[in-house]
């Protein structure tokens, strides 16, 4: 019996090039894409929200608000991805070879899904902590009105402070600006049992 060939992994440019021409998204890693699933209304709707209230917050500001088009790349470790949400202070800086992939956010924001928590939880902020301009990383809920927020320390630790009363600002220190949950989860409606239980799951 032929011994399979082992899959030849692509190059960080061989991905960029195929992932410009694409029609969807990929992730990359050690040599893989890894194809991005689709997004939910509420997903949609949440992810729309917290761009409005950080553009706003922000506004006059030197930090800036990116949407889910922007692609980052974890120099320490190699990965890119597009976060939900990411803001940048000051000046982009651009992956060696590139003007479309930025090295720099002081803050990302990811919301959680069924395909996506343990995920974005575990792995994908061990990538994100070796950002070293990385201040801030939030987790937003899809289920509850609830938003996680991990602050770095001067000692490199990560503080959770948790975000769950619609009423009440959370403060995201890094940018020096205070945003409202009850904007974050404006018109979202909230349901004890999700309708797609039993299909495969998605952002």
């Known amino acids: 019996m032929a011994a399979r060939e082992p899959i030849r992994k692509l190059t960080q440019q061989e991905y960029l090039e195929v992932e410009r021409r694409a029609h969807f998204k990929s992730e990359f890693f050690d040599g893989e894409m890894f194809a991005m699933a689709g997004g939910t209304p509420h997903h949609s709707l949440i992810a729309t929200n917290l761009a409005r209230e950080f553009g706003n917050a922000l506004k ?17 470790t190699g990965l890119f991805t597009y976060p939900d949400l990411s803001v940048v202070c000051g000046p982009l800086e651009f992956a060696p070879g590139t003007d479309d992939t930025i090295i720099n956010p002081t803050l990302i924001i990811e919301v959680l899904s069924d395909s996506t928590e343990a995920y974005d939880r575990g792995k994908k902020f061990e990538h994100y902590r070796q950002i070293r301009s990385l201040k801030e990383y939030v987790l937003v809920s899809q289920k509850e009105p609830k938003m996680e927020i991990f602050t770095r320390q001067a000692d490199d630790r990560w503080l959770l402070s948790e975000a769950s009363d619609l009423e009440v600002k959370f403060e995201i220190t890094s940018l020096g600006i205070a945003v409202s949950p009850a904007e974050v989860f404006a018109n979202v409606k909230f349901v004890s049992n999700s309708i797609r239980t039993g299909l495969s799951p998605s952002r």
């Open 60 to 76: 006059g500001r030197p930090c800036i608000p990116y949407n889910a088009d922007l692609r980052v790349k974890i120099e320490a």
